[in-house]
């Protein structure tokens, strides 16, 4: 009786508690208004979230976009098509030869997967605390109960030539400098890759939007590059560098002011921009709900070679994102990995940015649609999408920033 009794004091006390937490006075804050003699948050404000899933919707009517199928090339003349109808005409390609590689032996892999789950080491460096699951690629078609969804992506990968599409908006003072935005537009998991990576796909083509409006100028140069191939291992990325790394900053033809490949100042790469709903609870499952407290996470490689320049790189987004983000504030890290701008961290300040940590968070099962049947659009709540309109409204932000964007004539403001 005693025991009872004490039990169900405790359990008034709690709920006394938790009544106490629920009443504390919520103090709205303040969202600042759009600066109008700052052409950049002008620009920032031609971003809106139904244009973005709009985009984010397009990609996915190409299934999982996986390389080397006629999905993939579908979706490049899609992409090509869009970018050109935003006013980014210029639009080219890269052809490459894809070659898978052997496969690997079925006990390494195995091995390597035991290791990796025994270790808090997370990929990128850093450290995997807390709960974890499993992560993996889905392979098994039958997984996916959209029979729609399934005959999209039951063509399988040939090796062969690829391409992949870019556009650049060329700065009126500087047009030998240039940043490159990126995302990778081919996915895989028997899904439509909404997340991975349509999510940052359709940020790069939304920035290319606004920044090819007739009335913007700006001083360098913006490539938006849709990369392929990102999920075999960087391979389209690797193979614009391999291109292309040796013609910048050339004039050609000699005189005509133009440059094919402007100066690489910098590459911002977007690659699963929606999902932060937090770590897996102990039993395994998450949050159905974004959490209230989801960032945009920039990253930077510490063991790169321009890890320096990264870094300031990365600040420079934090502060666009203070600036210029509607809903969602942004965290800087160390342990930028596992994306197209690894092919560039040695060569150029390079960035990526995501919803979640790669290594420790997305490593560690944060995102239990990563690869998995269930990346598709219907998956993803508004707030989810919110936050990947609020990555772009960061990289717009600082993009427009840096290359000195001007709106009909009016000056940035320093
Ligand atoms: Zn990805």
Same mark, same amino acid.
Not at 120 to 125: D, E
Not at 261 to 264: R, S, V
């Given at each position: 009786? !005693?025991?009872?009794?004490s039990t169900a004091? $405790? /359990?008034? =006390?709690?709920?006394?508690?938790?009544a106490?937490a %629920?009443?504390m006075?919520?103090?709205?804050i303040?969202?600042p208004?759009?600066?109008s003699?700052?052409?950049v948050a002008?620009?920032?404000?031609?971003?809106?979230?139904?244009?973005?899933?709009?985009t984010v919707?397009?990609?996915?009517?190409f299934?999982d976009?996986r390389?080397?199928?006629?999905?993939?090339?579908?979706a490049?003349?899609?992409i090509?098509?869009?970018l050109k109808?935003?006013?980014?005409t210029?639009t080219?390609?890269?052809?490459y030869?894809?070659?898978?590689?052997p496969?690997?032996?079925a006990d390494s892999?195995?091995?390597a997967?035991a290791a990796?789950?025994?270790t808090?080491?997370?990929?990128?460096?850093g450290?995997?605390?807390?709960?974890?699951?499993r992560?993996g690629?889905n392979?098994?078609?039958? !997984?996916?109960?959209?029979?729609?969804?399934? $005959? /999209?992506d =039951?063509?399988?990968?040939?090796p062969?030539?690829? %391409?992949e599409v870019?556009?650049?908006?060329v700065g009126e003072t500087h047009?030998e400098?240039?940043?490159?935005?990126?995302?990778h537009?081919?996915?895989?998991?028997?899904n439509?890759?909404a997340n991975d990576?349509?999510?940052?796909?359709?940020l790069?083509?939304?920035?290319?939007?606004?920044f090819s409006s007739?009335?913007?100028?700006t001083?360098?140069?913006?490539?938006?590059v849709?990369?392929?191939?990102e999920?075999?291992?960087?391979?389209?990325?690797?193979?614009y560098?391999e291109?292309?790394?040796?013609?910048?900053?050339?004039?050609?033809?000699?005189?005509?002011?133009?440059y094919p490949?402007?100066?690489?100042l910098?590459?911002?790469?977007?690659?699963?921009?929606?999902f932060?709903h937090g770590?897996?609870?102990?039993d395994?499952s998450?949050s159905?709900?974004q959490?209230?407290?989801a960032?945009?996470?920039?990253e930077?490689q510490?063991n790169?070679k321009?890890a320096?320049a990264s870094q300031k790189?990365?600040?420079?987004?934090?502060?666009?994102n203070?600036?210029y983000?509607t809903d969602?504030?942004?965290?800087?890290g160390?342990h930028?990995?596992?994306?197209?701008?690894?092919?560039?961290q040695?060569?150029?300040?390079a960035i990526s940015?995501r919803?979640?940590?790669r290594?420790?968070?997305?490593?560690?099962?944060w995102?239990?649609?990563w690869?998995q049947?269930t990346?598709v659009?219907?998956?993803f709540s508004?707030?989810?999408?919110?936050l990947g309109l609020?990555?772009a409204?960061?990289?717009?932000?600082?993009?427009?920033?840096l290359?000195?964007?001007?709106?009909?004539?009016?000056?940035?403001?320093?």
């Open positions: 009786m !005693k025991t009872r009794l004091a $405790a /359990l008034l =006390a709690l709920l006394a508690s938790t106490r %629920q009443t006075p919520v103090i709205p303040p969202q208004p759009v600066d003699t700052d052409p002008t620009l920032v404000s031609r971003l809106d979230l139904e244009h973005y899933k709009a919707k397009g990609l996915t009517q299934g976009r390389q080397g199928t006629k999905r993939n090339r579908d490049v003349d899609w090509e098509a869009q109808s935003y006013g980014c210029n080219e390609r890269i052809t030869t894809y070659t898978p590689p496969p690997r032996n892999t195995a091995r997967a990796r789950g025994r808090p080491q997370a990929q990128g460096g450290r995997i605390r807390g709960v974890r699951t992560t690629v392979t098994d078609s039958l !997984k996916q109960p959209d029979p729609r969804i399934r $005959a /999209l =039951a063509e399988p990968t040939t062969g030539e690829r %391409q870019y556009c650049t908006k047009p400098e240039m940043y490159i935005v990126g995302g537009m081919d996915g895989h998991g028997w439509e890759a990576d349509g999510s940052g796909t359709a790069v083509m939304e920035l290319a939007r606004v007739p009335d913007v100028k001083d360098r140069s913006i490539r938006f849709l990369w392929n191939n999920e075999t291992g960087l391979n389209g990325a690797r193979a560098v291109q292309r790394q040796g013609l910048q900053g050339k004039e050609s033809p000699a005189g005509s002011g133009k490949e402007p100066k690489w910098g590459m911002i790469q977007h690659d699963m921009m929606m932060d770590m897996p609870r102990p395994g998450i159905p709900e959490r209230p407290e960032d945009v996470n920039i930077f510490s790169s321009m320096d790189l990365a600040w420079a987004f934090h502060s666009a203070e600036k983000a969602y504030p942004a965290q800087v160390p930028m990995t596992n994306t197209d701008s690894a092919p560039f040695d060569l150029v300040p940015l919803e979640n940590e290594g420790r968070e997305v490593g560690a099962g995102d239990p649609h690869h049947p990346d659009f219907a998956t508004d707030k989810d999408f919110r609020n990555a409204q960061t990289t717009l932000g600082a993009v427009g920033t290359v000195g964007a001007k709106l009909g004539g009016i000056p940035v403001r320093k």
